[in-house]
């Protein structure tokens, strides 16, 4: 349904209706048609009907579409931009989102460390208690590095991905893929928070990662995302 001429269609017998010519905006002769009270009513009727129409019409989800899997091999990787500076892992992930196609399901922040992890660039250490990722020495030689950072409620060790970095995870994003960690249900739904998920959780959430990545990426529905970042307290 074309929603605007319907709408431009409820305009003219607007202007019929109160006896004005919908062309020149001018009042229509006392004896013309229009200006005969049943028509008139009927006039008012139909432009009343054609609100309703467009109102419901409007309020319609628009159809959702069907999203197929990332395939690296459908995006053109020369459209990626990449940075001179240090970034983070959101921000390389963010940038070749931007280039896939729209009806492709997007990369997860969670899908990269977890195949840098696999490959020991990443590990996870515990530190004071919780789990932390670390930049390994094969990591570092990829051009992988950390540094500490002042945020809201303490001191946090930030992992920075340079050029040389950013290059290697797209040259590898089939590996990813792959390697089967891009997936996306919600199989942890109900089932108990480990110090891993939480960190995985503060860590997506202070790098300003979307509510609905991180709940893909920890195969959880939204509502509980945001339940356990107000638990945990969690901030930028």
Known sequence: MDIKLLLHAKDYIDDLARGINPITKEE??????????????????????LGKVAENADLKPAKKIKEKAFDPSQIDLNKI???SDDVTVSVITE?????????????KVTAV???????????????NGRNERRVTQNGRAIGINDEEYQGKNGIYR?????EKAQRFIVDNLTAVIDGGFNGSSKENS??????????????MFQ????????????????GAIRSRVEKLDINY
């Not at 229509?28 to 009907?49: G, K």
């Not at 109900?190 to 860590?203: A, I, N, R, Y």
């Not at 790098?207 to 939204?222: P, T």
Request: proline fraction near 2%; charge should be positive; include cysteine.
């Open 28 to 49: 229509a002769a006392q004896n013309d048609v229009i200006n005969d009270v049943r028509v008139s009513r009927c006039l008012f009727y139909v432009a009343d009907v």
């Open 81 to 83: 931009e990449f940075s």
């Open 95 to 107: 940038r070749i989102n931007a280039v896939k196609p729209q009806n492709m399901k997007k990369l």
């Open 113 to 127: 460390t977890n195949w840098l992890a696999s490959i020991d660039a990443l590990k996870t250490v515990v530190v």
């Open 158 to 162: 930030r992992i920075l991905y340079s």
């Open 190 to 203: 109900g089932k108990p928070w480990s110090d891993e998920d939480d960190f995985m959780l503060k860590t």
């Open 207 to 222: 790098e300003g990662v979307s509510v609905s990545d991180i709940a893909a990426s920890l195969k959880r529905s939204r």
